[in-house]
């Protein structure tokens, strides 16, 4: 053996499908897990904001009943200028913390987002871990040098295909931070 | 007579926000799940504006607009973006498709009411 090349009988090619094989099958079944803990994230946001939405109409309905109430009573009872000062205070502070809450309950449009791209990535990545495993399948201790050069080459070519098309497919529409309400420009 | 506003959006929640706050403001409003279902609705009866997400399944906003803009019925209604895109270029391509205005989620209501006080009074 001249340098650092290794003739072909010598070349640890069983050894190498089955870091292939292992780093696919490893990374396969973390990623599965990582996609199950997504989803059930997603399912509980999803769930989470439905009540918090029921919650918030009917905690709107009935402010707005007990505001009607309150109005009937100060037309037909005398209520000292500072109550009335006071209820007319609590109802701009109602008012602005329905406005601020309506604006937070808007979360999960941004985090649902935000999931289904992680997906697609975890998808993209799944992909190219069982290409590695299936090309590791292609390799046999039989071949030359020369053949073992080419499919790694072939392997490394396939996974930047696969990067770039993922890439691609993956522009984030999601820049927020926070849930400070965004800007408002008019053509 | 109320006017009437049609909201596209893929979310549920967000058509929710976006009702609540615009009724309690005295319009109609007309949701929509995405761009297919708020062109239908769009033709079924002409809304006095259109207020769009961009990124939906089967038919994304901007697509919807210049499907809109090809009726005769919507050459001239209002059409405003509200969506978490906020990139010049996509405003460039909302405006060249034919929208009247970009709101950047998330909306502020009394923001939102203005805008569409504005826009169609």
């Known amino acids: 053996m001249k340098g650092n090349k290794l003739a072909p009988k010598n070349l640890p090619v069983a050894e190498l499908r089955q870091l292939l094989t292992a780093v696919s099958d490893h990374g396969t079944q973390h990623l599965h897990e990582v996609e199950a803990d997504l989803n059930q994230t997603a399912f509980l946001l999803t769930g989470a904001i439905e009540k918090l939405g029921e919650s918030f109409m009917a905690i709107h309905a009935a402010v707005n009943h007990q505001q009607d109430e309150i109005d009937t009573l100060l037309i037909e009872a005398e209520v000292p200028e500072a109550s009335y000062q006071k209820i007319l205070l609590l109802r701009k502070q109602i008012a602005d913390e329905v406005n601020a809450a309506v604006t937070g309950l808007q979360f999960q449009d941004m985090t649902s987002q935000l999931i289904e791209r992680v997906i697609k990535r975890i998808d993209g990545l799944r992909e190219s871990l069982i290409a590695l495993s299936v090309h590791g399948e292609d390799m046999n201790p039989d071949h030359e040098h020369q053949e073992i050069v080419k499919l790694l080459a072939e392997m490394s070519a396939g996974l930047h295909l696969r990067n770039d098309a993922l890439k691609g497919g993956l522009r984030k529409s999601v820049q927020q931070h926070d849930m400070r309400s965004g800007d408002v420009e008019l053509f | ?121």
Do not use: C
């Not at chain 2, 506003?5 to 615009?22: C, E, H, P, T, Y």
């Open chain 2, 1 to 121: 007579m109320a006017k009437t506003i049609l909201a596209v959006d893929d979310s549920g929640s967000l058509r929710q926000m976006v009702a609540f706050s615009l009724k309690a403001a005295g319009y109609e409003v007309v949701s929509a799940v995405d761009g297919q279902d708020g062109l239908n609705k769009a033709k079924e009866k002409t809304v006095d504006l259109v207020l769009t997400d961009q990124n939906m399944p089967i038919m994304d906003g901007l697509t919807m607009i210049t499907n809109l803009r090809s009726l005769a019925s919507y050459q001239k209604v209002p059409i405003l973006m509200l969506t978490t895109e906020s990139s010049d270029e996509m405003k460039a391509k909302g405006k060249a498709a034919g929208a009247n205005g970009w709101l950047v989620k998330p909306f502020d209501p009394k923001r939102l009411i203005e805008v569409v006080q504005k826009v169609i009074g």
